[in-house]
């Protein structure tokens, strides 16, 4: 099972960097040499993530790059192919393009209102996106968007080609992932709905597709850290958003658990293995630690050690 890290780890403080692309890349390569097997960048209002994950993948060698996620809605697929072409041939092969829809309010509030139904938007995007990759052409005539080109759209380099996964939590998520693309990327999913609700469902869409087992990539918080109470205290204002948000507020309730900070692992090195363990067993290919940096700048560096580790022996 492959372990990764999403940068960055602490947004705050990335803001005060003289320099936030020299500083995510200097993370990447700390990430590198404790043994983490990727690096994924998220996508906010500053940095671009895919521009960033293919510079990285060229100053560090030896590790896995992706996103996690790339909201679609201000992306044209045909532009998002060619970003993530451009990372890929970049990477020599070691990009994984992570997308989402975002927050429904967190759209609107951005770029407008959303005319069309956003399960449909995201199936016709992935599918704009997916014959962009495997063909270098597309000609789509959707109901949500309209994706054509008059000339090829291959970047020389970018193979294999580009995996896609989609952030996902509910069941129609779930199955554009499982039809679409390549796999999910799960988001506040505890390991027991891991087990009994999200793997079997994308398995069993893909299977249905005739798709291959789908990569499961989930998105889970921990730090290894003394000081619990201070830790547990910024997970909780940090993410107190999620548990407003239905489709976040159902996986927090299949798992049974009221406060979304309950799913972050805060406390010793035992702990943290203990649910790298939990979410192995429940089914997951793969794991991208957020939160890591709830803690002091040395325990950041402890859990990134020991993500290693185990991501080695894995």
Same mark, same amino acid.
């Given at each position: 099972?492959?372990?990764?890290?999403?940068?960055?780890?602490?947004?705050?403080?990335?803001?005060?960097?003289?320099?936030?692309?020299?500083?995510?890349?200097?993370?990447?390569?700390?990430?590198?040499?404790?043994?983490?097997?990727?690096?994924?960048?998220?996508?906010?209002?500053?940095?671009?993530?895919?521009?960033?994950?293919?510079?990285?993948?060229?100053?560090?060698?030896?590790?896995?790059?992706?996103?996690?996620?790339?909201?679609?809605?201000?992306?044209?697929?045909?532009?998002?192919?060619?970003?993530?072409?451009?990372?890929?041939?970049?990477?020599?092969?070691?990009?994984?393009?992570?997308?989402?829809?975002?927050?429904?309010?967190?759209?609107?509030?951005?770029?407008?209102?959303?005319?069309?139904?956003?399960?449909?938007?995201?199936?016709?995007?992935?599918?704009?996106?997916?014959?962009?990759? &495997?063909?270098?052409?597309?000609?789509?005539?959707?109901?949500?968007?309209?994706?054509?080109?008059?000339?090829?759209?291959?970047?020389?380099?970018?193979?294999?080609?580009?995996?896609?996964?989609?952030?996902?939590?509910?069941?129609?998520?779930?199955?554009?992932?499982?039809?679409?693309?390549?796999?999910?990327?799960?988001?506040?999913?505890?390991?027991?709905?891991?087990? &009994?609700?999200?793997?079997?469902?994308?398995?069993?869409?893909?299977?249905?597709?005739?798709?291959?087992?789908?990569?499961?990539?989930?998105?889970?918080?921990?730090?290894?850290?003394?000081?619990?109470?201070?830790?547990?205290?910024?997970?909780?204002?940090?993410?107190?958003?999620?548990?407003?948000?239905?489709?976040?507020?159902?996986?927090?309730?299949?798992?049974?658990?009221?406060?979304?900070?309950?799913?972050?692992?805060?406390?010793?090195?035992?702990?943290?293995?203990?649910?790298?363990?939990?979410?192995?067993?429940?089914?997951?290919?793969?794991?991208?630690?957020?939160?890591?940096?709830?803690?002091?700048?040395?325990?950041?560096?402890?859990?990134?050690?020991?993500?290693?580790?185990?991501?080695?022996?894995?």
């Amino acid at each position: 099972m492959r372990i990764g890290v999403a940068l960055p780890t602490d947004h705050h403080q990335l803001s005060r960097e003289a320099n936030s692309v020299d500083t995510l890349i200097g993370q990447v390569r700390e990430l590198a040499d404790a043994g983490v097997s990727a690096a994924w960048f998220t996508q906010r209002f500053d940095h671009d993530a895919i521009t960033v994950a293919a510079l990285a993948a060229r100053e560090v060698p030896g590790i896995d790059i992706g996103t996690a996620v790339v909201p679609i809605y201000p992306r044209h697929p045909i532009a998002l192919s060619m970003q993530a072409q451009t990372a890929q041939a970049a990477s020599h092969g070691r990009f994984t393009l992570g997308v989402g829809l975002s927050v429904k309010s967190f759209v609107e509030q951005t770029y407008g209102p959303t005319p069309h139904p956003r399960v449909r938007h995201l199936r016709e995007h992935l599918e704009a996106l997916r014959s962009l990759l &495997e063909t270098g052409a597309v000609d789509l005539q959707g109901d949500t968007l309209v994706a054509r080109t008059s000339l090829p759209a291959t970047v020389p380099g970018a193979r294999p080609r580009v995996p896609v996964l989609v952030a996902a939590a509910g069941e129609q998520t779930l199955r554009a992932a499982a039809e679409l693309a390549d796999g999910a990327l799960p988001i506040l999913s505890g390991p027991r709905t891991l087990a &009994e609700y999200t793997v079997p469902t994308l398995t069993r869409y893909a299977a249905a597709a005739g798709r291959p087992a789908p990569r499961v990539a989930a998105i889970v918080s921990g730090v290894v850290t003394a000081d619990v109470a201070g830790a547990r205290a910024r997970a909780e204002e940090d993410m107190a958003y999620y548990a407003t948000l239905p489709a976040y507020r159902a996986a927090l309730d299949r798992e049974g658990v009221d406060d979304p900070a309950d799913l972050v692992a805060i406390g010793d090195e035992e702990l943290l293995a203990a649910q790298v363990a939990a979410y192995a067993e429940a089914g997951v290919t793969e794991l991208v630690y957020t939160q890591t940096a709830i803690g002091s700048p040395e325990d950041e560096r402890r859990t990134w050690k020991l993500l290693g580790e185990l991501a080695q022996r894995a």
